[in-house]
Structures are given as structure tokens and as C-alpha cells.
């Protein structure tokens, strides 16, 4: 069960450099403000791919670093 003071937690940059441009740009398109919406949609867009790229690279450092202790599994 969730209680009614569960929050998400989304990071700070995530949310106003990818969240805020893509909510943004799909308001502005439902308004058919389209010049207004598509650099938005694009900044948003942008932001994810190189957010991902960042973290895809850290995550594959971090793996290359990981050392198993064998000592703990005394046999």
C-alpha cells in the first residue's frame, strides 16, 4: 500500500531540464502553438539523450571498478 505522503522522487536536473521542456512543448501543442511547442520538444529531447548518454557512461566506469573480495567466501 502507498500512503498519501509518498512522494516521487525525481533529481532536480532531471525535472527542469528534460520534464519541464517536454511538458512544456505538449501544452504548447495542444494549443496549436507549434513554433513554440518543436524547440521545446527539441530541448527537452536533447537534454534526455545526453542525461542518458552521462549516466550510461558512469554506470560502465563504475562496473569496470567493482573488486570481488574472495576472501569472504572462505570454502
Known sequence: M???VDEASIPDDFALKVVAP?????LLW???E???AIPKLNRGCTNLQTMYDYYSKMIKRNRERIVVNNNDFNL
Open 2 to 4: 502507498v500512503d498519501g
Open 22 to 26: 517536454l511538458v512544456a512543448g505538449e
Open 30 to 32: 495542444d494549443t496549436e
Open 34 to 36: 507549434i513554433d513554440d
